[in-house]
């Protein structure tokens, strides 16, 4: 399906569907990231999150149709909207929760914050403040999976905004000529920050941006998780089969602003509110399964539990302590 | 009419080099553009053209012998049917140029015997006599030559009795990547020019021979990628030694050093160490001004996260880029090109590693207290030999690590002595010299009977002109000046 270096046409054919059970996953995992980021917005009405907070909603199906094709051991790197990433890597929502918070239960003791988390057990690889920094971290992740043999890919994600930074393609070319496993994801959002794609590159069409490296790449509906998954299988096949990198990119939405201070006069309200209701990628699976005989009170008990389990993650970063002061001096250096 | 073949510098560094072989014999006719001879160093093999057309009519170095100084007279060619007389007729070409600059050397040093030719006195102490030999036979000393430096005092860490061998900072660093990389399969080196070349600088000289393309990898010119490539590659539990072929193009990628490296532990609580050694030379070199030519000594060794070191010497090099390699941390790495091709004495230990963050007594001596690191080293010891002739015993303390940086054994030294200079090629504002100034006033006020003061490169862009190269650098002259300063002489 996808020519050696060409760029696939953004109009697949067919959307490859879902079993019953995938689509019960999706809807799990994306409404979790979305309760989830609804409940950290609150928090930071609240003054219990503080500095900048990137929300993932709206883009919920990029990272969870990714990490349903992904396999145990591959490893997540984004850039700072990194919530969602974390959840779907497998994180507790609590442990994340107490971090944005601030909290010695975070998963950084608190000393990192929304923008800066990781966790070594979970291959989530950050959580960078630099927005490209993912693509040479990510693309050396690769390195490490391809000097041990160990058949992981690397998942590595970014804006359309980080694309337009150099290292980006200094990563590009490197992961193109030594073959590694990883596959380049590109959200785009359309808005990096305030500005509209168009204003900022020359090539709207991002997943030509590996061509000049060799590297196969894809325009896709990232609204679409089924899409999302069908096209994250096969970028990940092509790089455990060794033939190298693979450039996505899933053009998605982003509902709230840039950043939880950022008003977004640079956009239209009618324009949010028609992905809402014509593009959402939860309400998608809800619809097909609605249609495919699934009552509404089951679904309602899946939100319902997504909700539990986010309150259980509010409560417990707003009642976990500040870290302890004599952190301030640890982890500045391995012993 | 005749024309000297001389001698030519492979680099700017160079001083001397091996003629290796005459592919021409006398009395051959050559053209101009006709390769002649073959000569080597240790980072290099470079064919000699003739100059000129005519008739080799005289060898004056026969081939194979071993330091040759830089401009030389190596081969005279005559015209076709010209008589060539003795040979000690034939001065080099620029020799008056060279003399020019003796001249300038001269009139910059105070009139201490001895001062104008440094290479004159390799010091009691330097037991590589005939290198020292070479040298002092050398026409004239590059603007920035600090050869024949008298050696430091071996590491305190080595056994008493162990034997030592003589080699150049140069192998000691490639013997250090040798051993860990036989010791550790995840340690890898990567870089631009690494393998194939061999290193830029002959770092990396036989290691894709012995460990092969996948741990010795060679990259594009790619700073910021390839240092990311290397942070995510050690995130992922890699060592990752990445080159820079000159820590000037680390400016290119000192986001992901400071960013990516240094903080990810923290940023992480504890979770993500990021084991990875940045290395290349820093500093000036010789004659390639601005941009090639910066120290980045206080730059990096500002950043918590990081560990910077910076050997003066052979040994110290080796055993601590041992421990750098083996070491949890990002470090920095900082060498120095002129003290590549140096020699000194490396102990002939299977496992020679040196603890990180502790200095060096380089001299004993209690009159004042001299600071430095690096090639600033060479200024320290120099100009505490000179101080020496006139009754001053200087101490001389060699940081080795800028961070942690080895506060006590400075306030030791200074609460003994009660003066101290700080030296080092950098620029002065904000300088490790700075810090160390503000370390001994805070730590050592009232031991102190003099300000610290400091010697440092000027405040200005590295100058490219040979004379103000030698100005915008610290000298011995400079180190000595500073010494009396403080003791009121």
Redo the contacts between chains.
Sequence with gaps: MVEESGVVPASAPTIPPFTREQELTAFREMLLIRRFEEKAGQLYGMGVIGGFCHLYIGQEAVVVGVKMAARDGD?F?TSYRDHGHMLASGMEPRRVMAELAGKRG???????GSM?????EANF??????VG?P???????????A?RGDGRV?LTFFGEGAANQ??VY??F??AS??KLPVVFIVENNRYAMGTEISRASAQIDLSKRGAAFGIPGKQIDGMDVRIVKATADEAIEWCRAGKGPYLIEAQTYRYRGHSMSDPAKYRSKEEVQKMREEHDPIEQVRARLIADGMSEDELKKIDANARKIVAEAADFATADKEPDPSELW?????? | MTVNVLMPALSPTMEQGKLAKWLKNEGDAVKAGDVIAEIETDKATMEVEAVDEGVLARILIPGGTENVAVNTPIAVIAEEGEEVADTADHAPVDRVGEEDKAQEQAEAAPPVPGQTAPQDEPGEANKAATKAAVEAATPAPKATSVAAQPSPRVAPEVPEGTTMVSMTMREALRDAMAEEMRRDPSVFVIGEEVAEYQGAYKVTQGLLQEFGAKRVVDTPITEYGFAGVGVGAAFAGLRPIVEFMTFNFSMQAIDHIVNSAAKTLYMSGGQINCPIVFRGPNGAAARVAAQHSQDYSAWYSQVPGLIVISPSNASDAKGLLKAAIRNDNPVVFLENEILYGKTSEVPALEDFVLPIGKARIARPGKDVTLVSFSIGMTYALQAAEQLAKEGIDAEVIDLRTLRPMDTATIIESVKKTGRCVAIEEGWPQCGVSAEIAMRVQQEAFDYLDAPVLRVTGKDTPMPYAANLEKLALPSVADVVTAAKAVLYR
């Design positions: 490893q790197t975070g998963y950084s003791k608190g000393k990192g800066h988390m990781f966790s070594r690889y950050g959580g960078h403040g630099i920094a693509a040479p971290i990510g693309a050396g992740v690769a390195f490490a999976n000097y690397s150099g290292q200094e990563a070319n490197m000529l030594w640890t982890d500045v250096l391995a012993s």
